[in-house]
């Protein structure tokens, strides 16, 4: 967002600009978010442009995730956090997987209960009877109690029954080849299930050998929320 009146400069999601020139009142940056010319107000004169470039981010990649903060992070080393949290996760090398779909959906009402509401699961058993067929439900509510989870990092995906290997209706692998290692035939452990959170901002991730791996985000803003996610 540009400096001066908050205009977007970025109209397309890809390209490549040597400059980045505000289509409202032209103020132009560098590639580094520098101001390097605002028409009528020169440089020392009106305004110290040192002062006046684009706000920074703080970015983070783990595993092909990029991670933007907007302000300061809480956690410094978000990779090295993350690697012990979801060990996990690891031998999957989801860096090298693509994205095939994705779906928005939003919700009129208070994010707490809709993240409480899929974190619970309780309604499982009696709603989700296909799902439950292969998720170990009684694995699932141990997680819930887990004193870990009230942490802000958080590892860990569905649990699955023994001699399952995915969520899908019979448990057994939705597509081949298999992620990472399990592809290149490492074995794959009984009732394997990976995942990870960063809370509230990434709900969950969950991850299966099978390429079935969904990211729940969940961003609040407006009625019945005291705060973003």
Known sequence: MCRHRGHSICAEPKGNKRRLTCPYHAWTYDQQG????????DDGDYIDYAEWGL???????????????????????????LDSVAPQMLPLEIEHMKQVAQSTKIMNANW???VENYHECCHGAGNHPELSAAMDLDGMYEETDNPDRFTEFYGGGAPVQPGMVSLTKDGQPASQPLLGEYGRGRPVPDAFNAGFEIWPMLTKGLFSPCLWAPLWGVHGRGRGVDGDA
């Open 34 to 41: 520098k101001l390097v010319a605002a028409p009528s107000l």
């Open 112 to 114: 707490k209960i809709l």
């Open 55 to 81: 706000k920074k981010v703080h970015v983070e990649t783990w595993q092909g995730c990029i991670f933007i903060a907007l302000r300061e992070p809480t956690e410094k080393a978000l990779a090295a956090r």
